[in-house]
């Protein structure tokens, strides 16, 4: 079966990928998308500003002045708040593009998958997209070039922690805010890697120690009986939460073969619903630009693709477990070659002198389903990753599949009527993509109609849709809540979860929606406590109703 499928004004054959789980370390100075090698959650691993936290990408609410898109990257406050470290060097790309056209069929297979992952490859490999390049000359200044837009490629410099004014060759306005800002993401990060039997969370685990990382224990929403060495310990409550032990010796696996519960017949739910990061600052990096400045068709490029990245400067000899030179030698040789024959380039020398480190496009994907490999940072273009992502989608759902069937909701995981969460992973796509196919291509079930403000014809997404390329898809003529782009008060981790339900007849024989695991209501009657929906519902402190919209830091 091939499919006619068009994505983002090109025509390529057929659909799909993934799904995604968040993965997101640390309790201080925690990151929640980032390479192994910069993160620190590891015992020897020092906080970095290269390792980039959220994107978040929304059309802004205020159109008076025409359509504009904010785009907001944070990122560690490393050497401190409002303070950016001088061999750092920020990229935010941006390719404004036609919406896709969904297929008109639910009829798809592997094939179709890989096929779509090899024709989002082609559009990224010749996709120029333009970008915000900001490096520190001094610590308080920034130099912004402005590469590849329609009106040309311009450099100027701010202040740091001002709001400042750029006006543009062509006559537009872009405001850009670099400084310090309480943290946007507001979630129970200890709740999830509860969830994942991550090793690092509750135990002091260096980065070499890579086989105690993810347990070998199965994934939960609720706890196992007999795992002691993440279940809740009302005798050291505050384990994971800013308290790590020594880990135990192997070996670490589960012999169990039920759900814990509680006196009253209760399970006992992994997360708290705590916000882990109120009171916590990052840096940023935020721009509010208008639409006609990105695209000279803005009446049918009504999708923004977004995604961020951090660069080191080699001489500086940071993030060291990621090598300086990681290109090929043909590679080398070719841009040699093609060095001989075009004129000079000044910021394409300059990008030379830095390698990459970090990057974030669709929120927790990468870190996610790559499972934070140094080596799999790769942007928008992630399409060698796709079986990776079906083996890895297999695995989590044998454990979140029959958590979700406990608590009485229906799940698109097939597990086979499971009793109890499993441990079970996979060495080849073809035998997980059965189990995981319902969840790849079923329809994401928005709450209500209040993302599309004026009752367009939008289809709705389905989830191979959003994680394939890596980027964040901010659609103008939506409200740019997720999946349609990211806005700050979005709970996405708890949307996360709600992708393993059943979106057609999940809750009680009715629709799910991405926003059912956030109703009270649910929680109030499940057997389980605490009786809280999985993540906060609002940040620590108020977002603002103007620029730069992240909140003040503390």
């Not at 969830?195 to 929403?221: C, G, H, W």
Request: proline share 8%; with cysteine; hydrophobic share 40%.
């Amino acid at each position: 079966m091939r499919i006619s499928y068009q994505i983002a004004g090109r025509s390529v054959a057929a659909v799909a990928l993934l799904l995604g789980w968040l993965v997101m370390p640390a309790v201080r100075g925690a990151d929640h998308n980032d390479p192994n090698a910069i993160n620190s959650i590891f015992a020897d691993i020092p906080p970095s500003a290269a390792d980039l936290y959220d994107l978040f990408g929304f059309p802004a609410d205020d159109r008076t002045d025409g359509e504009k898109v904010v785009v907001a990257l944070t990122f560690a406050p490393v050497p401190r708040t409002g303070i950016f470290d001088t061999d750092l060097l920020y990229r935010l790309k941006l390719d404004p593009d036609a919406r896709s056209v969904p297929p008109r069929t639910d009829d798809f297979d592997l094939d179709d998958l890989l096929d779509y992952a090899g024709a989002a490859k082609d559009k990224y490999l010749e996709l120029k997209a333009a970008e915000v390049r900001v490096s520190f000359e001094q610590p308080d200044r920034a130099k912004v070039s402005f590469i590849g837009f329609p009106s040309g490629t311009f450099t100027t410099t701010v202040a740091t922690n001002e709001a400042e004014r750029i006006e543009t060759p062509d006559g537009h306005t872009v405001r850009i805010f670099i400084g310090g800002r309480d943290d946007a993401f507001f979630n129970d990060l200890p709740g999830f890697f509860r969830s994942i039997n991550y090793a690092p969370q509750f135990y002091d685990v260096p980065l070499a120690q890579a086989e105690a990382r993810e347990l070998p224990i199965p994934k939960t929403l609720i706890e196992l009986e007999g795992n002691t060495l993440f279940n809740f310990d009302p005798a050291n409550p505050r384990h994971g939460r800013g308290v790590k032990e020594d880990l135990p010796p192997a070996p670490w696996g589960w012999r169990g073969d039920r759900f814990a519960r509680d006196a009253d017949g209760n399970f006992r739910f992994v997360y708290s619903g705590r916000d882990a990061q109120a009171f916590f600052n990052v840096n940023a990096i935020v721009l509010e630009l208008p639409l006609a400045f990105l695209t000279t068709s803005a009446a049918t490029e009504r999708v923004v693709n977004a995604w961020g990245e951090s660069w080191v400067l080699k001489a500086a000899s940071k993030v060291e477990a990621v090598p300086d030179e990681d290109r090929s030698p043909f590679r080398r040789f070719w841009d040699g070659l093609t060095a001989l024959f075009s004129p000079p380039d000044e910021l394409a020398e300059e990008l030379k002198r830095y390698k990459l480190v970090d990057t974030d496009g669709v929120p927790f994907a990468d870190a996610a389903l790559s499972e934070r490999r140094d080596e799999d940072q790769r942007g928008a273009d992630n399409r060698a990753l796709v079986r990776t992502f079906v083996r890895r989608l297999g695995h989590l759902g044998w454990g979140f599949g029959p958590s979700i069937s406990a608590l009485g909701l229906g799940t698109c995981f097939d597990h086979d009527d499971a009793p109890v969460s499993i441990h079970r992973t996979y060495d080849l796509a073809t035998t997980a993509f059965p189990r995981v196919k319902e969840c790849l291509f079923q329809h994401l079930n928005m709450p209500d109609g209040s993302w599309n403000p004026r009752g367009l014809d939008i289809p709705r997404k389905r989830l191979f849709e959003v994680f394939v390329p890596n980027v964040c898809a901010i659609d103008m003529d939506t409200t740019g809540t997720w999946p349609y782009g990211r806005r700050l008060e979005d709970q996405v981790a708890t949307r996360f979860v709600a992708i393993f339900l059943d979106m057609d007849t999940g809750c009680g024989g009715g629709p799910c929606t991405l926003e059912t695991l956030a109703d009270q209501a649910l929680w109030d009657s499940a057997p389980i406590v605490p009786k809280t929906p999985p993540n906060p519902l609002a940040n620590d402190k108020e977002f603002l109703d103007h620029f730069p919209y992240l909140a003040e830091p503390w």
